[in-house]
């Protein structure tokens, strides 16, 4: 039985390209593992807040010294915290939004990212606190960025890689939707390259 988080960004409600390719690859999942609980956060319905000073603060200071603000910001990034820990496998769907992941997803990580909790350092350096889970990325485009001369203006990819697996998530899989905008035949060969994808993933699972 799997425990899987998801995680949806785009603000493009039913007509998002990652949360359908995302929603189709949970049902693979729950289908290959019956009983699977899933838990969804959409962070375009319901918006974490992006970290300010109370955050910064607060989370630093001992809880019995937090102003009701600073214990407020802390307490939204504790079950953001907690949601994920309690997660085997987590998917995160996102749009490419001006080269990178959209600012929805990036306060989620922010939020997530939690010294002591997510990481701690240590003598030999950082540690990723979140070891052992595995993360599917789904990330669409309207061009294509996974090769050719665009390719070195995805920092979508690189960050999240970069930023999971410094809280420890280093088995990341990433199904990518390209090519949405350039067309409605692209748009469909874009929608089948992630669906040949997805079941691939499931015939190894």
Known sequence: MRSILLVTSSPRGAASHSSRIAGELVRD???GAPGSTVTLRDLAADPLPHIGTDFAIGSRAPAADRTAGQAAAVAVSDAAVAELLAADTVVIA????NFGVPSTLKAWIDNVARAGLTFRYTEAGPEGLAKGRKVYLVLASGGIYS?????????AVPYLRDTLGF??????????????????????????RARAQLDGLARAA
């Open 167 to 192: 809280m420890g998530m280093t088995d990341v899989e990433v199904i990518r939707v390209e090519g949405v905008a350039m067309g409605p035949e692209a748009e469909a060969q874009g929608l089948d």
């Open 29 to 31: 999942l729950q289908a």
């Open 147 to 155: 090769e050719g001369p665009a390719a070195a203006m995805d920092h």
């Open 94 to 97: 996102a749009g490419l939004i």
